[in-house]
């Protein structure tokens, strides 16, 4: 049972496209939705965070959107580079005291190719 | 440099030979875990823990143990190794809050025959 969804498995975008990843969660209790970033051969690595409190962030090209009546947050990539090319993950957690808190649940995972 | 280390990074082993996977942190991280990563399914974690000896079960945690004896090693274990748990295995650290992200060690890949 996989408590969040990813969407779309593999993505393959022009240099200056804005590829879109979205998800979707079942758990009410998660508070805090991170984004991973794994490239080749190496551990993913935090890319950008949000929590429900926001419907929006954004840190340099990585903009995510977050709609918490529709349990959904999506990753956007701005001006999207052949360097963005990578695994994208979403996850989510629970808020301190609560049966999630310290778990990570991860979707299954985005393959991006920006193409030059 | 602050880094999460595995060792190792890569093994084959044979079904039923016990084994474990080493996780150590430099950063004085309280909270540290354990991901296994599969095709089309994404990470899921295996264990966590908080701190020292405190240690809880993740979502697919059947056949592994894990303990935390130190803050900084997180060892993975693996009683008898079945040919489903060949996979990416991850371990990552967090400061004292699991929600403030994680840093990831640099996988280490199992293939159980």
């Known amino acids: 049972q996989q408590q969040v969804k990813q969407s779309p498995q593999s993505l393959i975008v022009q240099k200056g496209g804005i590829p879109i990843i979205n998800c979707a969660y079942e758990?009410?209790?998660?508070?805090?939705f991170p984004w991973y970033q794994q490239f080749p051969g190496k551990g993913p690595a935090l890319l950008i965070a949000?929590?429900?409190?926001?419907s929006e962030k954004k840190e340099g090209r990585f903009t995510i959107s977050f709609n918490k009546s529709a349990k959904q947050f999506s990753l956007h990539i701005m001006d999207s580079q052949p360097g963005d090319s990578a695994t994208y993950f979403c996850?989510?957690?629970?808020?301190?005291?609560?049966?999630?808190?310290?778990?990570?649940?991860f979707g299954q995972g985005t393959i991006l190719t920006v193409h030059p | 440099e602050a880094q999460v280390t595995q060792n190792p990074r890569y093994l084959i082993t044979v079904t039923g030979k016990k084994l474990t996977v080493t996780c150590s942190q430099n950063?004085?991280?309280?909270?540290m875990s354990w991901y296994r990563q599969d095709p089309g399914l994404g990470l899921r974690q295996i264990y966590y823990?908080?701190?020292?000896?405190?240690?809880d079960k993740g979502d697919v945690p059947e056949g592994y143990k894990v303990s935390r004896k130190e803050k900084r090693n997180f060892p993975l274990i693996l009683e008898s190794p079945s040919p489903n748990q060949t996979s990416l295995y991850f371990c990552?650290?967090?400061?004292?809050?699991?929600?403030?992200?994680?840093?990831f060690g640099p996988g280490t890949r199992l293939t159980v025959t």
């Open positions: 758990n009410t209790a998660f508070d805090y």
């Open positions: 996850a989510a957690s629970g808020e301190a005291g609560g049966t999630s808190y310290g778990k990570l649940t």
């Open positions: 823990s908080m701190n020292v000896e405190v240690t």
């Open positions: 990552a650290s967090s400061p004292g809050n699991p929600t403030s992200g994680q840093y």
């Open positions: 950063m004085n991280h309280e909270y």
């Open positions: 949000i929590r429900p409190d926001v």
